[in-house]
């Protein structure tokens, strides 16, 4: 006899199916932005054009759909930094490309979201903070390396910049503030250009350290 290998179909979720998710992640986004991390998931159904059962069967709880948002929002600004790395031309400059496009994300806006119930150690969000770490070290080690941004500064450092100017209170306007953020952004990057014009108090910021905090 002949042995016969049966070969499972393997079942890809349909372009719609995707279409919805995306449309829920990206309403979740927006509407965590806006109005904080209690919004109700139904209103985010909404605003997403879709049925609630097709936000729970997407996401069965909002620990999940706020993990997926949170994620999402770091993958997009991994791939700012990614595009910054592959651009040509002046080190400094590319690490300012990426720090006001990481701005433009919103990703501190999010961090109220992370509760003490958020499992912050699950596997995707790991893999997406790594990401985004190892991207930031490389942009600043290049500008670094070109004796273009000073010595005493780390990636905790601009982090925490980035975060504290990005991160309008929810229900404020974040469009009011829109008005602003690049220009003290661009104050801040300033800052980071060698030679230092001062000195700073304490020691470079890492991630762990922030962590810890």
């Given at each position: 006899m002949t042995a016969t290998t049966v070969q499972k179909k393997v079942t890809r979720p349909r372009a719609d199916a995707l279409r919805n998710r995306e449309r829920i992640v990206t309403a979740a986004r927006e509407m965590f932005t806006e109005f904080g991390p209690d919004v109700p998931l139904d209103e985010i159904a909404r605003r997403a054009g879709v049925g609630n059962a097709t936000l729970y069967r997407n996401f069965p709880d909002r620990d999940a759909l706020v993990r997926e948002v949170v994620c999402s929002v770091m993958d997009r600004t991994s791939e700012a930094a990614e595009v910054a790395l592959a651009a040509t031309g002046d080190a400094f400059e590319a690490l300012e490309r990426f720090v006001h496009a990481s701005a433009d994300e919103r990703i501190a806006a999010l961090c109220p979201m992370v509760q003490s119930t958020f499992d912050q150690h699950h596997p995707d969000l790991v893999a997406s903070r790594e990401r985004i770490e190892h991207l930031i070290e490389e942009l600043m080690d290049r500008?670094?390396?070109?004796?273009?941004?000073?010595?005493d500064v780390s990636v905790g450092d601009v982090m925490v910049a980035v975060?504290?100017?990005?991160?309008p209170p929810a229900g404020t306007?974040?469009?009011?503030?829109?008005?602003?953020?690049?220009?003290?952004?661009?104050?801040?990057?300033d800052g980071l250009r060698a030679p230092a014009r001062s000195i700073l108090p304490g020691t470079a910021l890492n991630m762990e350290d922030l962590r810890r905090a």
């Open positions: 500008a670094r390396t070109a004796g273009q941004l000073r010595a975060s504290q100017l990005s991160r306007g974040c469009g009011v503030a829109d008005r602003f953020l690049h220009r003290t952004l661009q104050l801040f990057l």
